[in-house]
């Protein structure tokens, strides 16, 4: 597997700007509205606020950035969201607050405090939904780990798609601008990448199908993919998969298919 590695020798501040977007979907047969509800209620309080603030204080440790500012929201009546600002260069203790370098800005409102710092961020939000005359529901989290320098988030991939129950991942990576080796060459990259699946264990990558879809000369990198094998019992809620017939088994399994070619495809493809 891949790993990012300084390759050039830079003059003055490594200005590439890098951004991952990860998006994942987890897929749930949840059959009456009441079990529906259940199911949004118990996603809502595995991944609440609390817990992703965690999982994104381990990212920005993993990524070697120091954290700066945490913002974090739990909503009525589902979701939640967390920001983490953080920065290459371990800070003082104490900023002033009326700072105008131009590289601080601040910006306060009611209880929540967000910064800018260094062009560098973490964020997750979470979508829990569902309708009441489908029995599919679906669980969605983005994450957006952006950041300026050396820093580079691909090397969390692993990490990320560990600790979410992903049955359709979206992962979009790409480079911005320019910096300057100490001969003055600009350099647009400063590390090889073929495709975001070079950053994803084998043993996760054989669990999925996975297409990619790069624009190297704008150094863009996007990759789907959607998981193989349908183990029933694990996307029915409160439900034990011997209480059903064979028939709905087979039915159930087929809708939870379709919903999440679907979801992967862009399109509704079975209207």
């Known amino acids: ?20 977007s990860f998006n994942i979907y987890d897929v749930c047969y949840a059959k009456s509205e009441r079990e529906q509800k259940d199911y949004i209620a118990y996603i809502d309080e595995q991944y609440n606020s609390e817990r992703l603030t965690n999982i994104l204080c381990q990212v920005t440790e993993m990524i070697g950035a120091n954290l700066l500012n945490i913002s974090k929201q739990d909503y009525e009546p589902q979701g939640a969201s967390v920001n983490l600002l953080i920065s290459e260069k371990v800070l003082p203790e104490k900023i ?8 601080c800005s601040f910006l306060a409102k009611k209880d929540a405090i967000l910064g800018h710092l260094d062009k560098s961020h973490v964020t997750v939000h979470t979508y829990p939904e569902y309708h009441p005359d489908n029995s ?25 798609i560990d600790n979410f129950d992903s049955d359709i991942i979206t992962i979009d990576y790409r480079v911005r601008g320019f910096t300057r080796d100490i001969n003055g060459k600009k350099c647009f990259l400063d ?4 495709s975001i699946q070079d950053y994803i264990k084998a043993e996760t990558l054989r669990k999925y199908d996975a297409i990619d879809v790069n624009v190297y ?7 789907q993919m959607l998981i193989k ?9 409160n439900t034990d998969v ?14 939870l298919r379709k919903e999440m070619i679907e979801i992967f495809s862009g399109t509704n493809v079975y209207d």
């Open 136 to 160: 599919i529901a679906t669980f969605r989290v983005d994450i957006d780990v952006s950041t300026c320098g050396t820093i580079s988030p691909l090397n969390t991939l692993d990490f990320l």
């Open 217 to 223: 000369q704008s150094n863009i990198f996007h990759t």
């Open 96 to 103: 002033d607050d009326s700072c105008n370098c131009g590289k």
């Open 242 to 255: 011997y209480e059903l017939p064979p028939r709905e088994r087979l039915k159930i399994t087929d809708d």
């Open 1 to 20: 597997m891949s790993r990012v590695e300084k390759k050039f020798t830079l003059y003055g501040f490594n200005n590439l700007t890098k951004t991952l």
């Open 191 to 194: 590390h090889k990448i073929s």
């Open 229 to 237: 094998e349908i183990e029933l019992q694990n996307y029915l809620f």
